[in-house]
Each structure stands twice: as C-alpha cells, then as structure tokens.
C-alpha cells in the first residue's frame, strides 16, 4: 500500500508518498494537469511495483473536486477529501508552533491517510449526471449571491443621493429588470421628476407587469416628492455610479434566468429528480441544489443518521464532567443548509405531517429557527429512506408514527 499526502496549489502540487509503515519514499512538487498526474502515477509505479492494486494508493488532499481529483478518482485510486481545520489540528501532534508550509501540509495528509483513514471520508463516485447538477446548481446560487452583494452596493449608492427613488422602485421590487432600467433612464433626481407616465408605462408593459397604469402613477408619484438635494457635479458621479451597478444587475438577472434553465435541464435528467420532487417543499431548483451537495453515491451514507450530520441539520452534544449541552451544528455545508430550510419552510405549507412536526416543536417552547431545523433533520431522514428504498415520498408513510402520538 502507498499512502500519498497530496497539498494543492493553482498550479502545482506538494506531494508526499509513504509505505504502510510511515517512511517517506518520495517527496516531490508537480506541476498541475497531465505533466502532473503523469508523474504522479510514475511516482506510483517506481515505488508499488507493477502488481500494486490502485486501490491499494491511497490519496489525502484538500478539496474533492476539479480535474486532478477526477482524474485520481479515474486511475482508481483512494481519494479523501480532508477538510483543512482537520488539517491544522493533526499538525498540532508535531508541533504547537503553528508552523505552516506545503511539503509539511503534504506530511501531514499523508500521515492522516495513514493513519486516521477510517475515521475520513472518501470522496464520493458521484454519477457525471450528478456531478453537471452540482456544478449548474452552485454557479446558479453564486449568481444570485453576487446579485445581492450588486444590489446592497447600489442600495447603498441610492440613499447617499436619491432616497426617492427607493421608494418609488420597491413595489416593483429594485432588482427586477423594469425598475432597473427606469433608474438607467433617470439616474437623477432632476431627470427622474421629468419622467412621464408614458415613458414609464411602456417600460412596465415591455416586461408584462400586471396594473401597469397604477403601479406607473405611483412610481411618478414618489419620484416627483421632493427630497435634499446634492451639488450638480457630486450627484453626477452618483448616478453614474448607480447606473453601473443597475447595469451590472440587469446582465446578472438575464444569466440567472438562462442558468436557471440549465439548472432545471440537467437535475430533471438525473434519475433521482423524481424522487426529490415527490418530497413536500422541494421544486426543481431547490431539488437541483439538495441533490448537488447530497450527491447520489448509493454507498456515501451508512445511515439517516450520517446524512443528517452531513447536512448539518442534526444537533451537536457537548458533554463534560456535569456539564452536557446540545447545540445547533454550524460547521456545516451552508448551501445544502439553505437549501433545507428553504424546504423545510416551503413544506409548512404544502404536509399536514411537517406542519403537525412544526407545530409540535413551537409548543415546546422551540424557537421559529430550531423547529425549522428539527424538521429539515426530520425530512432529511425521510429524502433518505426514499432514496434507499427507490421510492417516492408518501405523506402518510411518513409521518404514520408522528399521527400516531398526536392522535394519542
């Protein structure tokens, strides 16, 4: 067996190879892409020998995805992805110095491979259809993130010289492409008090806003309420300001709306969707991102249980000598969390047996946010059952124990 400690870089690759026993073989940088990984697999066959089981390489590294961990993953071999702070703890076994450089990095996860590997995770064999889901799913959720962080700028923008329009723009909501290109049209207060009815009426019919006339009289309305006023040439650089942040914003909401497709295209492709649509609160997108972070490794979860501690969704103890407390799990993979809440929220709505689970929670006195929780765990166990069982969701299979208790 070989035991390869593996720290990346953007171009290149400190790498650390072992024999079972901890004796360093080889230690190398490698450049990133094929020069690399052919080297990498000369490394491996000058010191595993022609007979050596690729199984038998294990690999720790840092991330558990791009090209390189494909293709490590193609050439059969082990690969776990450790995450960083595991990392930095383990180093503290040699030293508590909190020395850092990569060829020790490249120690380190060898050693953990070593060592520690069934206490690790292994990167999942997620299906590619899968694999095109998270990719499609995560650039979708950045888009609408960078969308926000371009609107808070412009928000921002807005209330140092032109609170009116705010005001004006908010029952059309500021981000949608028909407000922003009103405020395009009038980046000022002056340009903005000489816009007529017509003009925005046209705009509001060109992106098919229902009451058009009303929504047009009340935005004239607000824009033309007088306000504080800035020098000529400091309300100019503003606007010009506000105006590449609107911009900005209307490109950012038409690749959203074309990602949105792809996002919709590959999850509704993926075996699993039917599955994950069957589950009350989830839709496609919110489907595409729950599947993008779980995967669809049949082998990646033992149990309910440690799916739901990947999610994040099931609580943490602490206990010490008397003191034992249970805690919300914040380290955690943030998007498949939002996502679940989204669900869980979602689901109120549409389950008789999560709002009875929800309802129960809050009589115990649980706050809005920890009954949230509970129930995304509590659907989290059942998403797993369904997808062990290849079936799809039934309300009253679900939560027959829950409607058990309630009714006793």
């Known amino acids: 067996m070989l035991l390869i400690g593996d720290d990346w870089a953007e171009d290149d690759h400190d790498v650390e190879v072992q024999d079972e026993s901890g004796r360093k073989l080889a230690a190398v940088n490698l450049p990133e892409g094929v020069t690399g990984i052919a080297r990498l697999h000369e490394l491996v066959a000058r010191h595993g020998g022609e007979d050596l089981d690729p199984a038998e390489v294990v690999v720790g590294i840092e991330t558990d995805r791009g090209s390189w961990v494909q293709a490590l993953i193609a050439s059969g071999y082990r690969v776990f992805a450790i995450n960083p702070r595991q990392v930095n703890r383990f180093k503290e076994r040699y030293a508590s110095s909190g020395a850092k450089s990569d060829k020790g990095d490249a120690h380190a996860l060898a050693d953990m491979v070593r060592i520690d590997r069934a206490q690790l995770r292994a990167v999942a064999g997620d299906s590619e259809a899968a694999q095109a889901v998270k990719v499609v799913a995560r650039a979708h959720q950045t888009l609408i993130w960078e969308r926000t962080r371009t609107f808070q700028r412009l928000r921002s923008t807005l209330r140092e010289y032109f609170p009116a329009a705010l005001s004006a723009y908010a029952d059309l909501t500021l981000t949608s492409t028909d407000a922003l290109e009103l405020l395009v049209k009038a980046p000022t207060p002056a340009a903005a008090e000489k816009l007529n009815r017509t003009q925005i009426t046209a705009v509001l019919t060109r992106h098919r806003r229902r009451n058009r006339e009303a929504k ?10 007088p306000q504080l006023g800035l020098p000529e040439q400091v309300t100019t650089a503003y606007a ?17 709306a074309a990602m949105e497709e792809q996002v919709k ?51 943490v103890t602490r206990a010490s000598g008397k003191s034992h407390t249970v805690q919300a799990r914040y380290v955690r993979n943030n998007r498949l969390a939002d ?27 649980v706050g809005y946010n920890p009954a949230l929780r509970q129930l995304g765990n509590r659907l989290v166990g059942i998403l797993h059952g369904c997808l062990k069982a290849r079936t799809r969701y039934d309300e009253a299979t679900a939560w027959s124990h829950h409607a058990h208790l309630h009714a006793a």
């Not at 010009?240 to 959203?256: G, K, M, S, Y």
């Not at 590959?266 to 969707?273: C, R, S």
């Not at 679940?340 to 929800?358: D, E, H, I, T």
């Open 216 to 225: 047009a009289a009340t935005v004239q309305a607000a824009l033309r309420e």
């Open 240 to 256: 010009a300001t506000a105006t590449a942040h609107a911009r900005l914003i209307i490109a950012l909401n038409e690749q959203i």
């Open 265 to 315: 295209a590959h999850f509704l492709a993926h075996p699993d969707a039917e599955i994950y649509l069957s589950m009350p609160g989830i839709a496609e997108i919110t489907g595409a991102r729950v599947l993008a972070e779980f995967g669809d490794d049949p082998n990646r979860y033992a149990s309910a249980k440690a799916r739901k501690h990947y999610a994040g969704t099931s609580p």
């Open 339 to 365: 996502a679940l809440q989204v669900q869980a929220f979602s689901a109120l709505r549409n389950s008789p047996g999560a709002r009875r689970y929800y309802d129960k929670q809050r009589a115990r006195d």
